[in-house]
């Protein structure tokens, strides 16, 4: 049996799609004569993204110390892009938390998504990484592909899950054996499908091959793979992968983490996690 990869984002693109709140950020933020207002108003529009950004702005993700209880006070504190890519984080997480997907517990999915996300955001602010919001969101997305081949190819992911468990051979490595492709692929293609920056998507296409990836994505795509192995490692939420990935030990020299560091991002994500999940899953 044959299996398309481009077949899967069409039919998925059916499903999900971007909401209008987004494009309407990125035009704003684009245009040099745009200011906070101007982008307060737009998320404003939507009061269901307006209270998870001042939800997020209030969370333990960011501590500023005094409650936030405006969006153009949150626009100031977090910045423009920022926002820009959690509203991005809030819509997929919303659309595809509504549908049915055969063989995913979508709770556990999210739980080990949102831990991944942190934890690359933890990484990248021990690292002083600039927008350390784009690396959340990658990570955040790192198994979109996942949902997205469970939904398409039920019958073949499961037996693909089933394989993995009696053998240990990778997901990733099963899914293009079967397939011809992997979670990665499918889920950088849709965001890509999107218009979604390189910034996300090609961090995401070689989570689990970072050595791979263009000079500048290397870096991104390495705090992606190690965040996952911490967070698969430590047991927060479940993607599927039963086993610990091996470390690409390339990854580990690029994120220039000491062995110390890593009690300390640990415990911060299992700090950050519970409230995180109340932020983006809440109705």
């Not at 967070?231 to 990935?245: C, E, F, L, N, Y």
Request: glycine share 4%; net charge negative; with cysteine.
């Amino acid at each position: 049996m044959s299996y398309s990869l481009e077949e899967i984002i069409a039919r998925t693109s059916q499903l999900a799609s971007l909401p209008s709140i987004y494009h309407e950020l990125q035009s704003a933020i684009d245009d040099p004569d745009s200011s906070i207002d101007d982008i307060a108003v737009i998320i404003n529009q939507d009061p269901n993204t307006a209270a998870r950004v001042l939800r997020l702005a209030n969370s333990s993700l960011y501590n500023f110390g005094s409650e936030i209880t405006s969006i153009n006070r949150a626009v100031m504190q977090v910045g423009t892009r920022q926002l820009r890519d959690l509203v991005l984080a809030t819509a997929v997480i919303t659309q595809f938390s509504r549908m049915k997907i055969q063989g995913v517990d979508l709770k556990n999915f999210w739980a080990h998504s949102i831990a991944c996300g942190i934890t690359a955001r933890n990484i990248a602010i021990w690292r002083r990484e600039k927008n350390i919001e784009q690396f959340y969101v990658a990570a955040l997305f790192h198994d979109l592909g996942l949902l997205m081949l469970f939904l398409q190819e039920p019958e073949a992911m499961q037996q693909i899950l089933e394989n993995h468990y009696q053998t240990g051979i990778a997901v990733h490595i099963l899914e293009h054996q079967t397939l011809g492709f992997d979670h990665s692929m499918a889920g950088s293609g849709l965001l890509a499908h999107w218009n979604i920056p390189l910034s996300l998507t090609e961090p995401i296409l070689f989570h689990h091959d970072p050595e791979a990836a263009p000079g500048d994505y290397q870096l991104a795509a390495a705090i992606l793979h190690i965040a996952d192995l911490i967070v698969i490692a430590t047991k927060m939420g479940i993607s599927g992968q039963r086993m610990v990935p091996r470390l690409n030990e390339k990854s580990w020299d690029l994120c220039e983490l000491p062995e110390s560091s890593l009690p300390e991002i640990i415990t911060q994500t299992q700090n950050q996690h519970v409230d995180a999940i109340q932020v983006f899953l809440a109705a």
